[in-house]
């Protein structure tokens, strides 16, 4: 059985400055990058916020970017996603990957992200990237005075849509009920805001356009009428599932399933065994909070390691 220093499990900022890092600290790190190479920034198209490219750069160039600078120093960048893991006792920890092989690990780095949830319906694939966003603060920029619509009725939608509201000329809240989720201090943002229009009762039948978005067509679900409404921009804000499910036998996570982290670090409740990126960031998840978290899990890491050998 293969016995590694440091396992990276998945890929994306997070997970390549991880490797970055420790294949610089020389622990011989080996990344299974999962089931999305390169992690949600594989789907973005322009990418303007990230320090150091002044000109922006597209999500997939730079995350292989990310990836040959990993290559770099030395990590081995393997395919493949890892189906179980055991980290009962002490480590060296059991990895088992692509439910066949293997391997014992001494210290491991969780970086496998976050999926945003989508709505599901073909027109939303279609424009994806196309004025079809997951992320206002990502990409809000690019609708700089123009009409979108946002879905959602949680927090997050709310403070998105009053985040587009501040640059957008028109934004149509899209919400299911008859009423919101989000809390009331929330909500009364959302209603003061003048040019923010919410619509509820409401779903999403159809986001119209060919090769962009020029609108969306809304179902009233008491009625059962239709309308379309021109927008140029159309967010989905009903959440993000973190990709955790394989950890939960034994790491601590709150009740959506983000990894819980020790303040200000990026240890989890297993020693050894640390965090990183959007598995246990629901607050910022941008790529500059991730890769700054990958660095500090492998800091982590590398003094874990450094106090085994004392």
Not at 25 to 51: C, H, R, W
Not at 73 to 84: E, S
Not at 275 to 282: E, R, S, T
Request: aromatic share 8%.
């Amino acid at each position: 059985m293969e016995h590694i220093e440091c396992l990276i499990i998945g890929s994306g900022p997070a997970g390549y400055t991880a490797a970055i890092y420790a294949a610089r600290a020389d622990m011989k790190p080996v990344m299974y990058s999962g089931m999305q190479p390169g992690g949600q920034l594989t789907i973005t198209t322009d990418v303007e916020n990230f320090p150091g490219f002044p000109e922006g750069v597209m999500g997939p160039e730079m995350m292989e970017l990310f990836r040959k600078q990993a290559e770099r120093f030395g990590t081995d960048i393997r395919y493949g996603m890892v189906t179980k893991v055991d980290f009962s006792g002490k480590p060296p920890y059991k990895i088992q990957v692509d439910e066949k092989d293997e391997i014992l690990a001494d210290t491991v780095i969780i970086s496998t992200g976050a999926s945003a949830k989508w709505l599901g319906i073909p027109s939303e694939s279609k424009l994806n990237g196309r004025g079809v966003s997951a992320c206002a603060v990502c990409d809000g920029f690019f609708f700089r005075g123009k009409d979108v619509a946002i879905v959602g009725a949680g927090d997050t939608a709310c403070e998105e849509a009053s985040y587009l509201a501040k640059i957008c000329n028109k934004v149509y809240m899209i919400v299911r009920k008859s009423e919101f989720k989000a809390s009331k201090a929330m909500q009364n943002r959302v209603m003061n805001t003048p040019n923010i229009e919410v619509l509820f009762n409401s779903e999403t039948d159809e986001i119209l356009g060919e090769d962009k978005v020029s609108g969306v067509r809304i179902k009233n679900n008491k009625d059962n009428s239709f309308k379309e409404i021109e927008i140029q921009g159309f967010f989905v804000a009903i959440g993000h599932q973190p990709n955790t499910e394989v950890f939960k036998p034994f790491i601590n996570m709150d009740e959506t399933g983000y990894i819980l982290t020790v303040p200000g670090t990026s240890k989890t409740n297993i020693e050894g065994v640390f965090a990183c990126g959007d598995a246990q960031d629901k607050n910022y998840r941008q790529a500059v909070t991730a890769a700054g978290s990958g660095c500090m899990a492998a800091l982590d890491a590398e003094r874990f390691l450094a106090a085994q050998a004392d």
